[in-house]
């Protein structure tokens, strides 16, 4: 079992591109030429990805020889799909969200992963018993809880700050403009909890057409105010440059601009909307079906997981993990405060219905879509 | 019979032109054109439900054999991994389709048979009891289908079978595509109104300064797009370079920064700037075509400077406004990074939501009806540019 | 305005476009009604820079311009009533013939039946009737410069510039419309001033020359004074031929002097007042040398060998050397009984102590 790189990887990670820049191209040359192995892994780029390669990629390639490939997206099926469909698969594994696995799992392009054959808990327990209830779904377990939350910078918000999600639709007391993911996921929610619906409604009224428009007049008054963003790295760099006033993020991002880039940033936790990422998915009709196996058996041991969160502030699905997560790596700070799912932290946090996204993830977006537009 | 021998050579020389023409231009467009309205996939996928669905019209429930069929071939495509051609085209007919016909493929293998395929299917999930389902699937099946220019052109068809305007929340395109000529015709505009002075200006400088002037059009020309609209970006931010400067300076306070990027001003700016080349271009060989003296002679004839202008020199460069134009014209209906970078929301234009539907809804269909849309507007405009002033009259360089 | 000044006057002007050098320098030159008025000089030498400052397309750096003693400076060239003929003839492609003539009538806002009448008058003027919806494009060379001409004469200025107008047609064409400038020229009575670099065409139409050289007028005056009585060695050598003998001036008697070139002694019209013992130039015409086989016939007589002899139709070309050049020319009329000289032989040549100008040797 590999330790974690022991560079600090902020600045390991800059010459790493780099090298990856330049070495990449004949390096997967020469994977295809020998057939050696090497897999596409796509992950949600930036800090994020990169803990992943720290965490665990590298000792991934390190134990069986077979290359990580790692490349970016901004979430949804719909490339897995084209490939599936095109029956061209260049992407073998494919960090999903729960939602969209589930779906992809009911269509049939990403190979089931049966949750009990994975590798056992740190004590020897039986995965099933170690995977925290709730983050296992029929097609494969869930490999952290990330949150989405608001955050502000304070060189640009002096005096009172903005402390609730209430505040953040309020434009009245912090007139500015707002960043928000391009997505219907979690801004539904956070439009329902600032317009006063208890967290455990929230759900319920999603259900009914009447909370649907209720979700959407609430956004339609910021609507103007409003900067889409897309990837989870555009968060942190508007608020930097003073872009918008506040922003929603995954709160890891804010976390590793807070501690490994100093910024004055401070994440607003009242309402966060607290989600699984995950699964690892295996796209159907990989060519390289076994390589993709071990890879996502490597990444689902609790030591991969907990090394994960000594990087970046999400913390694993497996209990034994938890054990392992104490300061981070780099500046030793205390990672437990900063984790989602901190007491202090889930005061007024909606645990996101996976399942009520996985049935209702087309429609959202359509309608999101059609919303945005007009 | 003497010209034979070299005619046919000449003609066989442009064979290859011919077949780089036909590879890169006829077949792309005539596989979008044929994406916009054919639509097999659901024809051949479920072949055995819709024959069994044929003859019925809708009223109550379909004969137990399209439940038969069906139980049979959905769990097959989802095998075969072809599930998501039928989920996507049917699902967009009714919403919620993807989710009922997924999960019936998965869960019919296991589901305990309830003594017939109506009752087992609707065990699986109520929907099935439903006849609008089945009429979705039936739509769907149609393999050529108006449904996607229906939908590019926000119109329906009514219950009643005839087409009417969709509501008007849901009208998405046609004000877009307004939106879309508006933003082209206003940036065509403005790349004139900035670019004719600059034209001018390199056109009559000394040799020296005019390559230097011309070199400072080109460079950003063959700069990367992307370069120069994240050079926009930083210049329009509000904690960027302009905003900066106007609030060091005192112009502008600090709480009011300007907001010049994403939004329309965004959308304006950086498309005005990475198509400006395209306008100074043409209009430059045109004034350097035009010889100095003539705005002498109209200037001696007794014409004030605007007389001269309007009558002498701006007649002269109007096949060079009519190829800048144009040029800009219809590179700026297809441009969509530009807008999705900078453009926020109110910025966005056609060619984004035809990006959206190519990469992320996957409705190709729709996307090919939209571009098939766009293709026949700048026909049009094309064909009532050359009505108006005459194609032949148009000079690039 | 007043009626007796002349039509134009130069006072004092000069012109430059660098700190460093005059393009114009020192220009006084006045030009009287109805006069055709040629300014002739090598390509640089100042003469359409003048002309521009007078159609207000160029302003004077010091100096004055004066139309009918009216100063015009600051006047704005349309504000100038001034007809202006260019070397490319500047005609408007995209209008026809006729809305060409028109435009200098349409911008002063005549009517249009009227304005229909004039171009009708304009084009007969240049005998172009029939042109009028012609596009330019479609004229020969010479065509279009008789419309730039109808064109600068439509609005009917009391003066009219052209800028070597012919200089981009061939020879024939020239003399023709040289003829045909003339013509209309006497026929309207109007003023021009006309610019070329062509020593014959300014000989063939000015009333006066005025021969530029560096920015400065060497000399202004009728063709054949210019060509008989050269003030200047520039002069001399640039109108017409003439063979430059460098000498000192020995004595002067009564406007003849003795200037010993070579070691000979040559009598010369005495120009310009240089005194004796001064440096100049002798200047003989070609075609007044006169040559002859036996000694003691001619004035100014000089023995000098045959070089070279060209003929030429209508004359033979001599060259001889004498004086210490090799390249003395005598033009000899192609008449009966012109002596059989050939190369090689011993000749005398002489000429008319008047036909021989001794000219200051400045700085030519």
């Avoid at chain 3, 009227?114 to 029939?130: H, P, Q, S, W, Y």
Wanted: proline fraction near 6%; include cysteine.
């Amino acid at each position: 079992m590999n330790k974690p790189n022991p560079v600090p990887s902020k600045v390991a990670a800059r010459p790493n591109r780099a090298l990856r820049w330049l070495t990449g191209l004949p390096l997967a040359m020469a994977a295809g030429a020998l057939a050696a192995e090497s897999i596409t892994v796509v992950s949600w780029g930036g800090s994020y990805a990169r803990a992943c390669v720290e965490a665990y990629h590298k000792a991934f390639t390190a134990e069986t020889g077979i290359e990580v490939l790692l490349e970016d997206y901004n979430g949804g099926l719909a490339q897995v799909r084209a490939q599936v469909d095109a029956g061209a698969v260049h992407w073998d594994v494919v960090d999903l969200e729960m939602a969209d696995g589930k779906l992809a799992c009911d269509e049939g392009i990403i190979e089931p992963i049966d949750s009990a054959q994975l590798p056992p808990g740190l004590n020897g327990e039986a995965p099933m018993d170690d995977y925290m209830p709730g983050a296992v779904s029929e097609c494969g377990p869930g490999a952290l809880f990330y949150s989405t939350i608001y955050a502000y910078n304070t060189r640009y918000i002096q005096g009172s700050p903005p402390t609730t999600i209430e505040d953040f639709f309020d434009l009245e007391k912090f007139p500015g403009r707002r960043g928000m993911r391009r997505s219907p996921l979690a801004n539904l929610e956070f439009a329902l909890m600032a317009d006063g619906v208890p967290l455990d409604q929230v759900y319920a009224v999603l259900d009914t057409e009447a909370g649907l428009e209720r979700a959407f007049r609430k956004l339609d008054s910021i609507k103007d105010q409003v900067v889409w963003w897309e990837a989870g790295a555009q968060p942190p760099q508007m608020l930097a440059d003073g872009e918008v006033l506040m922003s929603t993020a995954y709160n890891g991002r804010i976390f590793n601009a807070q501690v490994l880039e100093r910024q004055p940033f401070v994440i607003v936790w009242d309402g966060q909307v607290l989600d699984i990422d995950g699964p690892l998915a295996i796209v159907s009709g990989t060519s390289r079906l076994e390589a993709a196996r071990q890879f996502v058996r490597f990444a689902n041991r609790p030591t991969s997981m907990a090394y994960v969160s000594k990087y970046i502030s999400y913390s694993p699905t497996r209990e034994s993990a938890k054990a392992l997560v104490d300061k981070h790596w780099e500046t030793g700070i205390d990672m437990a405060p900063h984790m989602p799912t901190a007491p202090e932290n889930m005061k007024r946090a909606l645990q996101s219905d996976w399942r009520w996204w996985s049935d209702h993830r087309d429609e959202m977006n359509e309608r999101f879509s059609a919303w945005l537009i007009r | 019979m003497q010209l034979r021998g070299p005619r046919a050579t000449a003609v066989a020389l442009t064979l290859p032109l011919l077949a780089f023409i036909g590879l890169s231009f006829v077949a792309p467009l005539g596989t979008l054109l044929s994406k916009s309205a054919y639509e097999p996939n659901v024809a051949n996928i479920l072949p055995r439900t819709l024959a069994a669905l044929d003859g019925w019209d809708g009223d109550g429930l379909p004969p137990e054999a399209a439940f038969a069929s069906l139980a049979e071939e959905l769990p097959k495509a989802r095998q075969e991994r072809t599930l998501v051609r039928v989920a996507g085209p049917v699902n967009r007919l009714k919403s919620g389709m993807r989710r009922v016909l997924t999960r019936t493929a998965r869960q019919v293998e296991k589901a305990e048979y309830a003594g017939s395929w109506r009752e087992t299917l609707i065990g699986i999930n109520p929907a099935w009891q439903e006849p609008d389902t089945w009429l979705a699937i039936q739509a769907a099946g149609a393999r050529f289908t108006l449904r996607h220019y229906l939908q590019a052109l926000d119109l329906e068809r009514r219950p009643d079978g005839g087409i009417g305007l969709r509501s008007e929340e849901s009208r998405i395109y046609m004000p877009l595509l307004w939106r879309t000529l508006l933003v082209s015709l206003g940036v065509t505009l403005l790349c004139l109104a900035i670019g004719y002075p600059i034209a001018h200006l390199i056109a009559t400088s000394p040799p020296k300064r005019s390559n230097l002037l011309l070199l400072m059009v080109l460079v950003p020309f063959w700069t990367s797009l992307l370069v120069r609209t994240t050079a926009w970006i930083v210049l329009l931010q509000r904690q960027g370079v302009i905003n900066s400067l106007l609030v060091a300076l005192g112009i502008t306070p600090d709480s009011e920064r300007l907001e010049m990027i994403y939004n329309m001003t965004g959308t304006f700016t950086a498309m005005t700037h990475v198509l400006l080349p395209f306008m100074v271009l043409p209009l430059y060989s045109v004034m350097r075509s035009i010889p100095p003296t003539h705005m002498a002679a109209a200037a001696s004839l007794g014409a004030n400077p605007v007389q001269g202008f309007m009558r002498v020199y701006l007649p002269q460069t109007l096949p060079g406004i009519g190829a800048g134009g144009l040029l800009v014209f219809i590179l700026a209906i297809g441009y969509y990074i530009t807008p999705a970078l900078v453009g926020g929301r109110s910025g966005q234009l056609i060619s984004n939501m035809i990006a959206y539907h190519v990469q992320t809804s996957l409705n190709w269909g729709l996307a090919a009806a939209l571009s098939s849309i766009l293709l026949v507007a700048v026909i049009g405009l094309y064909l009532i540019y050359s009505r108006l002033i005459g194609i032949d009259r148009m000079r690039l360089g | 305005m007043n009626g007796d000044a002349p039509h134009i006057e130069y006072i004092g002007v000069r012109k430059r476009y660098d700190r460093s050098n005059w393009v114009v320098s020192d220009l006084d030159l006045s030009v009287e009604r109805g006069e055709f008025l040629t300014l002739l000089g090598p390509s640089g030498s100042g003469k359409t820079t003048c002309l521009m400052m007078l159609a207000g397309f160029e302003a004077p750096s010091a100096g004055e311009i004066r139309i009918k003693g009216a100063p015009v400076d600051g006047l704005p060239p349309d504000k100038r009533g001034i007809g202006v003929v260019f070397q490319n003839y500047a005609l408007f492609p995209h209008m026809t013939v006729g809305g060409n003539l028109a435009f200098p009538l349409e911008v002063r806002g005549m009517a249009a039946t009227e304005r229909r009448e004039r171009v009708e008058r304009a084009l007969a003027l240049v005998r172009m009737e029939g042109f009028g919806d012609r596009r330019p494009g479609q004229l020969s060379g010479g065509q279009q410069q008789r419309i730039a001409i109808a064109r600068a004469l439509v609005f009917e200025p009391d003066l009219v510039l052209m800028d070597e107008p012919l200089g981009a047609l061939d020879r024939r064409l020239r003399e023709e419309l040289q003829y045909e400038i003339r013509r209309i020229q006497r026929q309207l009575g109007v003023t021009v001033v006309y610019v070329t670099h062509d020593q014959q065409e300014a000989m063939a139409m000015s009333d006066r020359v005025a021969v530029f050289r560096a920015g400065r007028i060497e000399q202004v005056a009728a063709p054949e004074v210019l060509y008989e009585e050269p003030q200047r060695a520039f002069v001399a050598s640039f109108i017409g031929e003439n063979n430059l003998l460098p000498g000192r001036i020995l004595s002067i008697n009564k406007g003849v002097c003795a200037v010993e070139v070579d070691g000979r002694q040559i009598e010369a019209a005495h120009i310009g007042g240089l005194p004796v013992g001064a440096e100049a130039l002798v200047a003989i015409r070609p075609e007044r040398v006169r040559i002859t086989r036996e000694a003691g016939q001619l004035a100014n007589e000089h023995e000098a060998q045959v070089e070279d002899i060209s003929f030429l139709g209508d004359h033979l070309r001599v060259r001889l050397s004498l004086c210490g050049t090799s390249n003395f020319i005598a033009k000899i009329p192609n008449i009966i009984g012109h002596g059989g000289i050939l190369p090689g032989d011993t000749v005398q040549v002489g000429w008319a102590a008047l036909d021989c100008r001794a000219l200051d040797v400045e700085s030519n």
